[in-house]
């Protein structure tokens, strides 16, 4: 390895440092309060680093391939990092108060480092250029996180556990399958050669991709990916593993895992396939995936009595809302809007709904974790029980559901409107009928929330930690939403990988 | 430019909503509540009064312009924040203070969760007001949305019978329409040649909106598909047959106050989309115009009419019946826009004219009919009209204000509505005479309505097995001087309009020839 080489993984390699310190510290003390804050601080030291090779602190950011062409930390993935780092500061502060419970208290250390863990290997995923890289950077992701989901050792947690697991499994081996096929026509799993063999390869007319090879290999690899973004028909482990993982873990998987998993499929589809004519085709199967993933999201939501389940169901939801901003590639530009619209709305939408998402999920973490009932009915007058969680809450669920000013509205007008710049009306119309259905089921929440007379009606409120978790949460969806530009300014800065960008 | 009028008059009633919400704490804090809010509507009142006198008729144009160019100044999507009046919007600028004001007032009586009450229904004002004076679609967007939230928990938290049904009813039917006109916005917003949202040229900025852009511009979506997203948004709002089902739950369950703002102006931020976005937009785009459809829109009109006019008649609840007759009223304001087809100008703008001003008068007269059957309903605890009669030995004051603001229903001449009908039947005559000629019946059917439940509740005798016992029959009392300041505020205009109807016509016949090109 090289001095650059170091540079350029130097966020990943504190990453996994600071998981090694975290355990240790667990060792030493056992004391979880300390083990929670070593680790928040300790994430100072990768976001630093994730700061200095985007502007180029500690001299040049010699960002280009690193690793033998295996690795690169250009800006697309930086965007990434920024938003697991994020992720992971909620997610440690939301869990601080959950590892020191008496149950927890014994894996509390563990709990922390394997989510450092598996955030280690998500910032690798998002950086890969080649495929066994990618592979082994997602085995990374994913057994902490089957650990994580059954860390209670109750029977819930274990089926949530074993179902990842089997379903990791499965989703590894058809992604592999693929990689196998691509690497077997190109010759090569470097996704830039990739995409260099595919422009000189004879295709075949009338075949999409132009060969049944590469079609193959890319339905393989959107369908292993097709589980990490939790998309129709890859979804059915969502709800269970919400519902039966801690909430934490399903609050972490929700966001992170499934920002991971968008930007490597962005960065193999835009790098390997982003020849203008395989860009179409891969369009339309995202296209048409985005459709049937916002509309049985959305329409399986609407009967859940289950908060957890309820929000498994929207998360589906949204990853179709991504979609469309994905399914609109600049190949098939007619609008006058730029070219890059709908992988910046894909950036734009994951930034934004990762905010969302994490204030919602903490928000219900600290009310269930009080009233020790994760029903919906459970939320019943719960303005008068704890205004602030109820506050934050529906500002939450209002934000998902799209209502204007809000972040959530703001990406997905970014989305549709990058959809139409894509001559995907249809979509664009599936979308926002979508956005009505999924009102009645945020709005039957908000109406338990604001409306329900409670049962109980003593007032709580939360732990300082993850109210405060939640509440940068809200805030930061707050101001991404008023001021979209300071989001979608780096978002189009982000936009290195996609062929349109880099030469116009 | 930044003139600062507009912003504060937009912005005031939210901005004092929100600081007393946070602020008013206490035991008695609730009176405070009340008298803070209702000066806030008053100032407001005083402020859109402004804006509607400040007007300056002989420059014309848009004017009062408060813009901020970088809103959201990305490419994907350019917003401003742009904001000003046209003789289109001042006077309904103006209806929305009178109306804020009345509602608030009418509000007295509220005992419930006072505080966050009266913040809905000042961010409520906020909302109808900034979109009458939106001139960025996103922003026009926006405030159109936003406005669900307060009704959704007005009606939702204060409505009476199936509250929330109706709530979440009202939500789902607007926010369906809302997402068909996103799709609109986007698909001209994206169109090369367009990529702007102004929603009107105005050249002492350097701004060209959209109405001259689309002229000619090859949209990314058909043109047709563009107009029918928009127009299910404002069929829906207005509301039309067959979108119309939400209206008359919605008003039965709402709370008097809000059931005046929902008839008095939320439903003419779609009379006000259909003119300013429907016409203003589709009179010269590619492969389609609105002239081509002014026809199907006059049917429907008719329809309107006719089924809510005899769909009230059979009501037995005065509050659904006065929902039910919106449905005709708002009818006669489609009808009027569908004078459009008409290729002679005179017409076209009379039958428009008459749109824009029975969209005023409407908000008025219902305004002042729900407050009506509230006042009454107060006293009585029944709205069930064979329950009740001979009401007007008790209350004739509440029952001579039921009566005026039913004549300015039916269209009886000197009062408002009468000048507003006349001038739709006179433009649309010419054009659609089978659609004009039935819809006319309409008002025989409104003669009807009106009085029957007029000589119903107030004047018949009292029915053998009344509703309400002799006792509390007895102890009516009339209304007294608190509960008849909001409804002078809305009898007043009607009796203005109806007599000197040139005080608003001038300034909308500015904006309607500024609209039609």
């Avoid at chain 1, 203008?276 to 995936?289: K, P, T």
């Avoid at chain 1, 549709?416 to 929440?445: D, E, K, P, S």
């Amino acid at each position: 390895m090289t001095a650059q080489d170091f540079w350029v993984l130097s966020p990943e390699i504190a990453m996994a440092v600071l998981a090694l310190v975290v355990i240790s510290v667990d060792l030493v003390t056992r004391s979880m309060a300390k083990v929670s804050t070593v680790a928040f601080i300790g994430l100072a030291v990768p976001v630093i680093l994730t700061l200095n090779l985007w502007n180029g602190w500690f001299g040049d950011p010699a960002t280009g391939p690193a690793l033998f062409d295996t690795f690169e930390a250009d800006r697309f993935s930086l965007f990434f990092k920024f938003i697991l780092l994020t992720v992971t500061a909620g997610t440690i502060l939301a869990s601080a108060k959950y590892i020191a419970s008496d149950r927890m208290k014994d894996y509390g250390g563990e709990f922390v480092s394997l989510v450092l863990l598996s955030v280690t290997g998500m910032m690798i995923l998002v950086s890969a250029t080649e495929l066994i890289t990618i592979y082994v950077a997602l085995e990374l992701t994913a057994l902490p996180v089957v650990a994580l989901a059954a860390i209670h050792r109750s029977k819930q947690g274990v089926e949530a556990g074993t179902k990842f697991f089997v379903l990791s499994a499965i989703s590894s081996a058809l992604l592999l399958y693929g990689f196998a096929y691509i690497y077997g026509y190109t010759g090569s799993t470097n996704l830039h050669v990739i995409m260099e063999r595919l422009a000189v390869l004879p295709t075949q007319p009338g075949v999409p991709f132009g060969s049944y090879a590469v079609l193959l290999s890319v339905i393989m690899i959107v369908a292993g990916f097709g589980f990490k973004m939790a998309v129709v028909p890859w979804q059915m482990w969502v709800p269970d593993v919400y519902q039966g993982a801690p909430t934490p873990v399903a609050a972490f998987l929700s966001v992170a895992s499934k920002a991971a998993a968008f930007a490597v499929i962005m960065r193999i589809m835009y790098v390997a396939f982003g020849d203008a004519n395989l860009m179409q085709d891969w369009s339309g199967l995202f296209a048409i995936l985005a459709a049937v993933t916002m509309t049985l999201g959305n329409t399986l939501a609407l009967s859940q009595s289950n908060i957890k389940r309820l929000l498994g169901y929207s998360t589906i939801a949204q990853a179709g809302y991504i979609l469309v901003g994905l399914a609109s590639v600049p190949a098939n530009q007619v609008g006058a809007t730029s070219a890059g619209a709908g992988p910046q709305g894909v950036l734009y939408y994951l930034a934004g709904y990762a905010f969302t998402n994490l204030a919602v999920f903490f928000a219900v973490i600290a009310i269930t974790s009080r009233t020790n009932d994760d029903s919906i009915a459970g939320l019943n007058g719960l303005l008068k029980r704890s205004p602030l969680l109820a506050g934050l809450l529906v500002f939450g669920l209002l934000s998902l559901l799209g209502m204007p000013p809000t972040v959530g509205f703001m990406t997905k007008v970014v989305v549709f409107g990058a959809a139409l710049n894509a001559n995907l009306t249809w979509l664009a119309v599936i979308g926002v009928v979508n956005t009505v259905i999924a009102a009645y089921y945020y709005l039957r929440v908000i109406r338990a929330i604001v409306f329900e007379d409670a049962v109980d009606e003593s007032k709580f409120s939360a732990d300082k930690p993850i109210l405060v978790a939640a509440g940068l949460a809200a805030i930061g969806a707050g101001v991404f939403g008023l001021a979209p530009f300071l989001m979608l300014d780096l978002a189009e800065k982000a936009l290195s990988i996609v062929p349109a960008m880099i030469t116009g | 430019m930044f003139d600062g009028l507009l912003t504060i008059t937009v912005f005031l009633p939210a901005a004092v909503g929100l600081l007393v919400a946070i602020f008013a704490r206490g035991e008695n804090s609730d009176h405070q509540i009340r008298w803070i809010s209702i000066g806030a509507t008053v100032v407001t009142f005083v402020l859109t009064v402004m804006v509607f006198v400040g007007y300056d008729q002989d420059l014309a144009g848009v004017q009062m312009i408060d813009y901020l160019e970088r809103w959201i100044p990305i490419d994907a999507l350019r917003s401003s924040y742009l904001i000003g009046v046209d003789g289109l919007s001042a006077p309904l600028v103006l209806l929305t203070g009178i109306l804020g004001m009345a509602a608030a007032l009418g509000s007295w009586r509220i005992k419930k969760r006072v505080r966050e009450y009266f913040m809905w229904l000042l961010l409520l004002q906020t909302s109808v007001l900034g979109v009458f004076v939106s001139l960025d679609l996103m922003l026009f967007f926006i405030f159109f949305e936003f406005e669900l939230i307060p009704m959704f928990m007005l009606i939702a938290i204060w409505g009476s019978g199936r509250p929330r049904y109706s709530a979440m009813k009202f939500v789902l039917f607007t926010l369906t329409g809302g997402a068909f006109m996103l799709v609109g916005i986007l698909a001209i917003y994206v169109t090369p040649g367009v990529n702007t949202l102004a929603m009107v040229s105005i050249p002492e900025l350097g701004i060209v909106g959209i109405p001259e852009l689309i002229a000619g511009a090859d949209l990314v979506v058909p043109a047709s598909l563009i107009f029918t997203f928009f127009f299910i948004a404002f069929a829906v709002k207005l509301p039309l047959w067959p979108v119309h089902s939400w209206l008359p739950d919605a008003h039965t369950d709402a709370p008097t106050a809000v059931s005046v703002m929902l008839a008095g102006v939320l439903l003419k931020m779609a009379g006000y989309g259909l003119l300013r976005i429907s016409l203003g937009f589709f009179q010269e785009t590619k492969g389609f115009t609105i002239h081509d459809v002014a026809g199907y829109m006059a049917v429907v009109a008719a329809i309107s009419v006719i089924y809510g006019g005899i769909i009230t008649i059979r009501q037995t609840d005065m509050k659904r019946l006065i929902a039910y007759s919106s449905v005709s009223h708002m009818g006669f304001v489609m009808l009027g826009v569908a004078a459009v087809g008409s290729s002679a100008a005179e017409t076209s703008t009379a039958g428009l004219n008459g749109a824009a001003l029975q969209m005023f008068t409407h908000g008025t007269i219902t305004g002042l009919a729900f407050l009506m059957v509230g006042l009454s309903y107060d006293r009585t605890h029944t709205r069930h009209i064979p329950h009740l009669g001979g009401l007007w030995k008790k209350m004739p004051l509440i029952a001579i204000f039921f009566l005026v603001a039913g004549f300015g229903s039916l269209g009886l001449p000197m009062l408002s509505g009468f000048v507003a009908e006349i001038m739709i039947f006179l433009g649309t005559f010419s054009v659609w005479p089978w659609a004009t000629g039935v819809s006319a019946f309409g008002v025989v059917l409104a003669a009807g309505y009106t009085l029957w439940m007029v000589q119903r509740v107030f004047f018949g005798a009292r029915p053998a097995s009344p509703g309400i016992s002799d006792e509390v029959y007895d102890n009516l009392t009339d209304a007294n001087w608190v509960d008849m300041i909001p409804v002078i505020a809305l009898a007043a205009p009607i009796f203005i309009v109806g007599i000197w109807p040139s005080v608003v016509t001038d300034m909308f016949d500015i904006g309607i020839q500024a609209v039609v090109r």
